[in-house]
């Protein structure tokens, strides 16, 4: 299947810091990738669409000038949270549609920590 | 809008024992997808099975089936003989396939149902 990585795996940060996740698909280009947050014990929630050479389309409520989304090329996609503060911590996970099938990758996560 | 239901939030099971997880779904399209992930304690979702909505037959992956009841909205993973390694949280997540081209394969999930397979 197709694979798709994301880095950090794990961040520890400080208050008031900004975080920058990258999400990328290694052998295959996607247009479209999608990112969402995930509380313990808690399901996927989908925070953004995000569109290779576009602006990326929010969900309801999250913020889009705290959580920065760039999707610059066809293998890259990358979500900055901007002035994190604790309750922003959380897992983060990435997925990439492949083109044509639909298909969704996801990658293995980021989880954050704002002390 | 759409709507994932998983009404059982955790399940004991005995390996080798057969184990039914549900889940409903509302939407008023036509065309959608369904589909079933495992998420270890890990964190990375594992894709398990799809679903869509005009295939006449149950998928089937091996020794995951999806027991597709269109009539009555509902996309039940079954898990035959389960294994110690089955441990984890599932979700059911369903995609609109109307949904205009930059929001298409767009996944909504359900709340999950943490499933314990014991010896």
């Known amino acids: 299947g197709a694979v798709v990585s994301q880095h950090p795996s794990w961040v520890i940060c400080k208050s008031g810091t900004s975080v920058k996740i990258e999400c990328r698909s290694l052998?295959?280009?996607?247009?479209?990738m999608f990112w969402y947050r995930q509380f313990p014990k808690q399901s996927l929630m989908l925070m953004a669409t995000?569109?290779?050479?576009?602006?990326?389309?929010?969900e309801q409520g999250v913020e889009k000038d705290k959580f920065l989304i760039n999707h610059a090329s066809l293998t890259l996609s990358t979500l900055t949270v901007t002035s994190a503060h604790p309750e922003d911590s959380s897992f983060y996970i990435c997925?990439?549609?492949?083109?044509?099938?639909?298909?969704?990758?996801f990658g293995p996560g980021t989880r954050l920590t704002v002390l | 809008a759409q709507k994932i239901t998983q009404t059982q939030p955790g399940m004991f099971v005995q390996e080798k024992e057969a184990v039914t997880l549900d889940c409903t779904y509302d939407?008023?399209?036509?065309?959608?997808?369904l589909f079933w992930y495992k998420q270890p304690s890990s964190g990375e979702m594992i894709f398990l099975i799809y679903?869509?909505?005009?295939?006449?037959q149950n998928a089937t992956e091996g020794r995951y089936s999806l027991n597709f009841q269109k009539a009555r909205k509902s996309a039940n993973l079954v898990i035959s003989a389960s294994q110690l390694g089955d441990s984890a949280m599932y979700f059911c997540?369903?995609?609109?396939?109307?949904?205009?081209?930059?929001?298409?394969?767009?996944?909504?999930f359900g709340a999950g149902t943490q499933v314990v397979v014991t010896p």
């Open positions: 995000s569109n290779e050479g576009s602006k990326a389309t929010y």
């Open positions: 939407t008023s399209d036509p065309s959608y997808g």
């Open positions: 679903q869509g909505s005009y295939d006449q």
């Open positions: 997540a369903m995609v609109d396939f109307r949904l205009r081209a930059d929001s298409w394969g767009k996944l909504q």
């Open positions: 052998d295959f280009q996607a247009t479209t």
């Open positions: 997925s990439a549609r492949f083109p044509a099938r639909g298909s969704q990758y």
